[in-house]
């Protein structure tokens, strides 16, 4: 039997070309930029490394940021033609906060990537890093009308500490960004309603972790809905006192024991995040 062969159409224009940089040119910048920003660097592709190993990697699409030690007002963010398995500490990208590209680099980042960071570094200097992801888990927690329930030790972290933005603008532009900004008041945590998730630190290591928490509390809401049973819903009062003790912003930086534990499982398997 014969199939009988369809034309394929052609594809439209070919997408705007980015570059074509490879992940990695062999040049190091170890030497080139200061100490604390090599430093900063390093924890910042381990960063994106752990995501990709716990959480998901959407593609290229989805990046975390880090203020410079010595310019609060410039950052590092991940280039837009890398997963974030494949960053290292030299092709992250430096802007500033009006997203400017203000380093010379083989790399870019995204308009939505440099946009969104920079609108939130601006809107409130205390952060100092954001994660931004599209998991299945947190996809699924922006689709849901009632956002993070608190049905976890994990979620009652986020008790009535998370802000919600809803997906009504053009998220890629600085308009839109400093929106979302807005958005997320003077909280540290944003769901991006039918989109996915926001979460912010004092420190990379901060950021990274809540992430996590964030994930597993996405991972574990969208499990017990599917259980179809009944569920527990702790109390008000439990939730507020959980989220006291175990959502403090400010209680991790690079020498708490999960950031430790999580840098030690980078250098072991994922050793040229540092090149
Ligand atoms: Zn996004």
Redesign the pocket.
Known sequence: MRFRAFPIPAFPDPMPDTHDTPASTGTSLQGAVSPAEWTLRCELAAAHRLVAHFAFV?MT??HISARCPDNPGHFLVKADNVFMEQVTASNLVKYDLSGKQVMASAWKASP?AYN?HASVLSARPEIMAAV???SPANLAVSAQADGLLPLTQQAMRFYERIAYYPNEVD?TTREGTDFMAKALGDKWVMI?EN??ALVCGTTIAEAYIYHHFFELACRAQIGALAGGVKLKMPSHETCVERARKFGRIGAYDSKSRDWVASMALVEKHYPDYRS
């Open positions: 959407d699409y989805n939505a969104v931004h992801t599209h998220d991006l989109h996915g």
